[in-house]
């Protein structure tokens, strides 16, 4: 079945880039999420990719895609204490947005 | 974006009763539903979709008679869980889809449920 895996933590000095990466299984998604989550709070929607296209820019996030490697990855740049949370990635089952897979989640820790 | 309610927020309830949660899509006619549900310090696992006006599809695993879904208008769906039972705690989710508003579901802010 589909199966989408991240690293759990990671680790970064404020002013720093952040790189968190995912892969996944279903190469017939169409869309892919990066989704934020922090402390006791729901979901929040950062950005995602078609999978037609290699590479998505928002402001201070950068979305990678390589369909050949299944391998998605969130950059975020200029990293701020903020910015702490919870990491996930998903696929979307129905392709629709709707139905998602996601992955374990990468705690992210921003130190001043 | 468009607002998804959830609530409550956090609940506790008894071992044995029922405990039913509401998700209200507040600006925006959702037309599906989806509710999952995450595990400290885990991922979401999605355990069913709801249309509205018919009968909830579940996940593989997921008991139908345990989590009873019920969309019965095209701004409110809730979770009921049955005769709840200590391993039933747990943040549950919801997200809502609505025409016309693209590919994004929006979700709920959660609902902690302790089952004592």
């Known amino acids: 079945g589909e199966d989408v895996e991240q690293s759990l933590f990671l680790s970064v000095r404020e002013g720093d880039s952040s790189v968190i990466n995912c892969t996944y299984t279903?190469?017939?998604?169409?869309?892919l999420y990066w989704y934020k989550q922090e402390p006791g709070a729901g979901l929040q929607l950062l950005t995602y990719?078609?999978?037609?296209?290699d590479m998505k820019q928002d402001q201070r996030l950068t979305v990678l895609l390589n369909k050949k490697d299944k391998h998605l990855s969130l950059r975020i740049a200029d990293t701020q204490t903020g910015d702490s949370a919870i990491y996930f990635c998903?696929?979307?089952?129905?392709?629709?947005?709707?139905?998602?897979?996601f992955g374990q989640g990468t705690e992210l820790s921003v130190k001043p | 974006g468009a607002v998804v309610s959830q609530h409550p927020s956090r609940v506790i309830c008894k071992s044995g009763t029922s405990v039913k949660i509401e998700c209200r899509s507040l600006?925006?006619?959702?037309?599906?539903m989806f509710w999952y549900r995450q595990f400290p310090k885990q991922s979401l696992m999605l355990m069913a979709t709801?249309?509205?006006?018919?009968?909830?599809?579940?996940e593989q695993g997921v008991e139908k008679d345990k989590f009873l879904i019920n969309h019965a208008s095209l701004t409110l769906s809730t979770l009921t869980v049955t005769s709840a039972h200590p391993e039933d705690s747990s943040f549950y989710i919801c997200?809502?889809?609505?025409?016309?508003?693209?590919?994004?579901?929006?979700f709920g802010q959660g609902t902690r449920l302790t089952v004592v």
């Open positions: 997200s809502a889809r609505g025409g016309g508003l693209g590919t994004e579901a929006f």
């Open positions: 709801s249309n509205e006006g018919s009968k909830a599809t579940y």
């Open positions: 990719i078609f999978s037609n296209m």
């Open positions: 279903d190469s017939s998604s169409t869309y």
């Open positions: 600006d925006f006619q959702a037309t599906t």
């Open positions: 998903a696929e979307s089952m129905d392709n629709q947005g709707g139905k998602l897979i």
